[in-house]
């Protein structure tokens, strides 16, 4: 049996050339990525992404474009299973009305599953922002792509 585990994201760049990062606790662990996460059974790629979006950042977005997926082998850390990323560029429908923070993991609260919001600046991006293997990956695309390599 193949086990996959499909999870999409949101590459959110605003008008000063940052893009959105979200820093998390939960299940003991503290990691930092793009907005998203899990498809649900019987739910489309750009259907998941909106819900992701709405449930961890209350915001109403419109997916522009597909950016990257996964084309390298990464077994799941949470599942047994093999991963496949799928990213695309987001832009807002509404004003953002997120808490943001200047540092990684400045949670308000102690109870899990905790989250922090922060901009990074594409010129500051660095693969030390994020800490899984397919994020990194697309922080060197988007550093490449923006003449940042």
Not at 45 to 65: D, H, M, T, W, Y
Not at 68 to 75: A, E, L, P
Request: proline share 3%; aromatic share 12%.
């Amino acid at each position: 049996m193949n086990n996959f585990s499909v999870r999409v994201y949101g590459l959110l760049i605003n008008e000063q050339n940052e893009v959105l990062i979200s820093d998390e606790k939960e299940y003991g662990m503290r990691f930092s990525k793009f907005p998203g996460g899990g498809l649900e059974f019987g739910e489309g790629l750009i259907a998941g992404l909106q819900r992701e979006f709405i449930e961890e950042c209350n915001l109403k977005i419109e997916v522009l474009q597909h950016y990257y997926t996964t084309d390298f082998f990464v077994k799941s850390l949470f599942h047994d299973a093999q991963l496949i990323s799928v990213y695309y560029t987001v832009k807002n429908l509404e004003p953002i009305n997120l808490t943001i923070k200047q540092k990684a993991f400045d949670f308000d609260g102690d109870v899990e599953p905790l989250q922090a919001f922060r901009w990074v600046s594409l010129n500051d991006l660095t693969e030390h922002d994020v800490t899984f293997p397919v994020d990194k990956h697309v922080v060197k695309l988007l550093r490449q792509q923006h003449g940042l390599s």
